[in-house]
């Protein structure tokens, strides 16, 4: 990809870019309460590994699996990740990055897009006190929204169409991240938070970051 400079938009990821990770064993536990929701009891690790992150072909086995239904298991997931983050954001355990106050002073329209539900971003952008973003895109809790998470370009496309954006910088930390800002034909800066030290990427972003403040040096 040939780096462009003069973006006129910027859109982030959120899960490790403004806002700390969650915590996998959180997460872990909402796989099992979600499982108990639709009514199976210790489910196995494997499969509660699988209900973390599915694609939708896993996501039907594993319910024709337990003998239930795809969306039933899905929406069980789904509000059970969403009440476990915000537990998170209310206790304060999951909590914005310093850097992100650099954000402030961009003069160009921002954005979020994520893999995580909408919802959740949402309960985010108010728990962090995180304010002035122009549009915000997490994932719809529905099997549709499945297939429409990164690598996918989907939201990340329409980000970038309801900004009016033709050269925006789509700033993340992770290779799916670089992957759909490849799949939607634009920049991709890649932030190396401490949870990313010796992570390696599989495509190369225009841009590597070690803080947030330095977006304001390529707008």
Same mark, same amino acid.
């Given at each position: ?10 859109i ?25 929701? *639709?009514?199976?009891t ?16 896993s ?40 850097? *992100? ?11 979020? *897009? ?32 499945? +297939? ?23 700033v ?5 991240? *670089? ?22 990427l ?5 841009? +590597? ?11």
């Amino acid at each position: 990809m040939t780096t462009q400079m003069a973006y006129d938009a910027v859109i982030f990821d959120n899960d490790g870019v403004l806002t700390t990770p969650t915590d996998r064993d959180v997460l872990i536990d909402a796989m099992h309460d979600a499982f108990e929701t *639709v009514g199976v009891t210790d489910p196995a690790a494997d499969h509660v590994d699988t209900l973390l992150s599915p694609d939708l072909p896993s996501l039907r086995r594993l319910a024709a699996d337990h003998g239930v239904e795809p969306d039933e298991l899905w929406t069980a997931r789904e509000e059970a990740a969403i009440a476990a983050q915000l537990a998170e954001l209310r206790r304060g355990e999951k909590r914005h990055y310093d850097d *992100v106050t650099t954000l402030e002073s961009l003069s160009v329209p921002t954005g979020i *897009v994520s893999n995580n539900q909408h919802e959740t971003i949402g309960n985010v952008l108010e728990h962090c006190d995180l304010a002035g973003f122009d549009v915000w895109y997490g994932r719809e809790p529905t099997l549709e929204g499945i +297939e429409r998470k990164k690598p996918t370009p989907y939201y990340l496309e329409r980000a970038c169409t309801e900004l009016g954006a033709e050269n925006p910088l789509y700033v993340g930390d992770s290779r799916v991240d *670089v992957a759909a800002a490849d799949a939607a034909d634009i920049d991709a800066a890649f932030i190396r938070r401490d949870h990313r030290t010796g992570y390696e990427l599989s495509r190369e972003p225009a841009h +590597e970051l070690e803080s947030l403040a330095a977006v304001s040096d390529l707008v």
